[in-house]
């Protein structure tokens, strides 16, 4: 009987280590099928995103020595895996799925170069680099539209070329970051926007002012993000259906006709001067305020802008070799500016304009109110009507001030993100009529910022 037992248990251990060892052999033939097909198959040598792959580098002594020879190797291994696109495409939708970041990082300098402090201003002491002359603004009707007469040849474009660079497209020269969108967050920034109109009245008016992702209108002829536009326009939508009492501005119309326009920078994350003017523009329509043309405005342009985008996708050339033109306007009207800190204590005086060096040329959007580094006043000279105007923004919304000089008698600026005084008792005290929520919308998707709007609302 006990040999039998001992016999069984042989047979079972005899059987177990095959078991083993067959799996074994499995595994490292599948590892080794793999390696041969990883190394020795025809790789990719074209892909959608990226203009050109690294190619196999050529064998010298001196690449050896030096071991930029096997590192050329490894980046060509890299560079032209199998299913590269593929796994570029997984990779940028597995980042989405980490949820929408706050909008970006703060923007500004809180010692910036001392420059021109008198307390009222009637032109910038920025460095004129433009030609002075007016601005034209193109007709929407004209800059759209199309010739549909019997002798003209409908002609497709040609695609344009496409990069995905650290999860953001580069589209022909512009990049891009891919907004997907949080239905809950976004109903719960109306929600905390409601919030304030209850709590503030019918004295005051509340308006809510999302400014779009360049993605929204540019991203069309991607080959494989043609539809991300979507999220922005359903998200849109869900925030004005939730709004209770506050005023929605519908920026992404008010842009949409003016899209053949330098409305969002191609090398920055941001919106231009133009675009900024395009949305402060429906806000006074919004508001019921006076509003001036551009053409009564000062244009000054810094060439050779090459912004937060060029970071983003690791130092794309593509960026690099195609910079932007910073434009800003100055408006004409004198004005009294101020800035404080984010408890509310005077620090100086200032232009709304902060002059950049060509040294850190790559900051140019801190033109306006120096970022994010400073809370502001700003009293006109040009406007009496006893409106009075605060602006929760992001860094999106640092360039509306100027535009607003004869619409308000007073313009808050405050950074939703680092005020430290209750938002509410602010708006009482100072006697505030209007209070503007203006930001990007990947911060009302924020759960962060959201958080933001709500603490300053309750902070004691």
Not at 291 to 296: I, K
Not at 392 to 418: H, M, Q, T
Request: a negative charge; glycine letters at 6%.
């Amino acid at each position: 009987m006990e040999n039998n037992k001992k016999n069984i248990n042989s047979f079972q251990k005899k059987l177990f280590m095959s078991a083993k060892l067959i799996n074994s052999v499995i595994i490292i033939l599948l590892f080794f099928g793999m390696f041969v097909y990883y190394i020795f198959f025809p790789r990719t040598t074209e892909s959608n995103y990226d203009k050109d792959l690294k190619k196999f580098p050529e064998y010298t002594r001196e690449q050896l020595i030096s071991g930029e020879y096997f590192k050329g190797i490894s980046d060509y291994l890299s560079d032209t895996i199998h299913g590269r696109d593929k796994f570029k495409e997984y990779a940028s939708q597995i980042e989405a799925l980490y949820g929408i970041v706050d909008e970006e990082q703060f923007f500004g300098n809180p010692n910036p170069p001392e420059g021109n402090e008198n307390s009222s201003y009637t032109n910038t002491s920025v460095q004129d680099e433009s030609d002075n002359s007016e601005v034209s603004e193109n007709d929407s009707s004209d800059t759209l539209s199309t010739d549909n007469s019997s002798d003209t040849v409908s002609v497709e474009p040609e695609p344009m070329d496409e990069q995905l660079c650290e999860g953001i497209v580069i589209l022909g020269t512009r990049a891009m970051e891919l907004y997907y969108g949080n239905t809950d967050n976004v109903k719960k920034y109306a929600e905390y926007l409601n919030a304030y109109k209850a709590q503030l009245g019918d004295g005051v008016r509340v308006y809510s002012m999302v400014i779009p992702k360049a993605c929204a209108y540019y991203i069309h002829d991607s080959k494989k993000f043609s539809d991300v536009w979507e999220h922005t326009v359903n998200d849109l939508e869900t925030i004005k259906e939730n709004l209770n009492g506050v005023e929605n501005v519908d920026v992404y119309n008010a842009l949409l006709p003016h899209t053949a326009e330098d409305i969002y920078f191609r090398t920055d994350h941001h919106w231009t001067g133009l675009g900024a003017y395009y949305g402060a523009q429906e806000f006074a329509k919004t508001a019921g305020v006076p509003f001036s043309d551009l053409s009564t405005y000062k244009k000054e342009v810094r060439e050779g802008f090459v912004g937060t985008m060029y970071r983003y996708t690791n130092n794309s050339a593509t960026l690099l070799n195609n910079p932007d033109d910073f434009i800003y306007y100055v408006p004409s009207g004198t004005y009294t500016a101020s800035f404080y800190d984010w408890r509310f204590n005077f620090i100086k005086n200032h232009d709304m304009f902060f002059y950049i060096s060509e040294e850190k040329k790559s900051n140019l959007f801190l033109t306006y109110l120096n970022g994010d580094a400073y809370a502001a006043k700003i009293e006109s000279d040009v406007c009496d009507n006893g409106r009075k105007l605060i602006i929760f923004k992001d860094s999106y919304g640092n360039p509306l001030a100027p535009y607003l000089l004869e619409s308000f008698e007073e313009i808050y600026v405050v950074d939703i993100r680092k005020f430290e005084l209750n938002g509410i008792e602010f708006i009482q005290e100072n006697g505030i009529t209007d209070v503007l929520f203006a930001m990007s919308e990947y911060s009302a998707a924020s759960s962060g910022v959201n958080r933001d709007i709500e603490r300053i609302r309750v902070i004691q």
